[in-house]
């Protein structure tokens, strides 16, 4: 009796953990998949005969799939086994980027491209649906602060590690290890993960995902503003980190693949710091709108230094880059804010709705930034490849602060409604 009761004591307290942790793997392993076309856009330029607009395009189908399989997550995962669903999704994005690492025209690479992003939108709603279901309500918070730590260990696994694998064995077979490894994971999660019915204390019933209760959610502005935020203040980090950053680093400071990779490696350390510290003294000081402010007003002064300020010492721009993305980090609190203004029971939905401003703007500010690469191009060909200028790079993401200074503005608006609304 004793050794039954001792078996299941230390289930309940490590298993999970065990969850959480293979949530926190496919957090992980979404960012290696978005980012990965930072590290080898020469490569895919060749291969598929695109220039900026068109690489920029394929990278985009990511998030056009993203987005619109992030509206039916949230609802899916209340409503349905997160088991089947989870290891569904992380399984399709396996065998997506196998694909793509194979795939010999356009037309297929963007097709593939987009099942990454189908089964890769049920990442954050899936991890926090697991931290609901398995850990305790005064644990949750804590749970979820870590799932932007994970994305961001992801973000520098698909820098460096796959720059390296790129440029020494082919883009190919980095991503091809890629599949294999997210088939790998997907069948870990179905063998080790099992389906909890949700704690009635938590509040979420499947009354909370009716259309009729969204569209409460949908009525409201701040919501709305949340989301618009989300998109303009994540959106910088997902480009200059995931696509058109490293090109720009190799130009503007004369690095190599793998040197650029390692700043943007910067960018994502400081997130990954900057999210779980800053959340912290949000939660702390109960000042989570002004400590999301004042971080997104860092993150913004250091991105003009970045853009702007080509002569550098190599230190000082990781440093910029590593005060940027923990200046963003703040972002992480708009979620926190989401369910705090809204009914608990729909904080699946409001999570959903908030994340689904980074698909909505990422989808059109990378394609946007290829084409305004190509409308300022010189002209110049480098071994068969469109050469952009350093100038051309400048003018091209000055519309990342632009973005900043607009997601300010919405923190100062959103400001100005909850005093309204509590007087």
Known sequence: ???????????????????????????????????????????????????????????????????????????????????????????????????????????????????????????????????????????????????????????????????FLAMHFGWRLGLLYCGCFGIALATLFWMVVRDKKTPVSVGVTTSAVAFNNIMLILKDKKNWILMLYSGLAFTPVAVLGGLWGNPFFEEAYHLTATQAASFSSCLFLGFGVGGPVLGYFAGTLNQRLRMTFLGTLIALVSLILVIYVNSLPLFLLGTLLFVFGFGMGSYMACFSIGKEINPIGFAATVVALINTGDALLGSITEPVIGKMLDIFWDGKIVNGVHYFSVQSFQWALSLLPLYLLIALGCLWVLRKMLFKSMN
Request: net charge positive; aromatic share 16%.
């Open 1 to 163: 009796m004793s050794l039954q009761s001792d078996s299941r004591s230390f289930f309940n307290q490590y298993y999970p953990i065990a969850v959480i942790f293979l949530c926190a793997l496919f957090a992980a392993y979404k960012y290696v998949l978005q980012i990965s076309p930072s590290v080898m856009t020469a490569d895919l330029m060749r291969a598929f005969h695109v220039n900026g607009a068109g690489l920029g395009n394929l990278a985009a189908t990511y998030f056009y799939a993203y987005l619109i399989a992030q509206l039916f997550a949230g609802v899916l995962l209340d409503r349905y086994s997160p088991r089947y669903l989870m290891t569904f999704a992380i399984g399709l994005s396996g065998f997506a980027v196998f694909s793509f690492s194979q795939a010999q025209s356009l037309g297929a690479a963007g097709l593939y491209r987009a099942f990454m992003g189908v089964g890769t939108a049920f990442m954050t709603i899936g991890y926090m649906k697991m931290s609901v279901l398995w850990f305790k309500p005064n644990r949750v918070a804590l749970v979820d602060g870590f799932c932007g730590t994970a994305c961001m260990i992801g973000a520098m696994c698909g820098q460096i590690p796959l720059a």
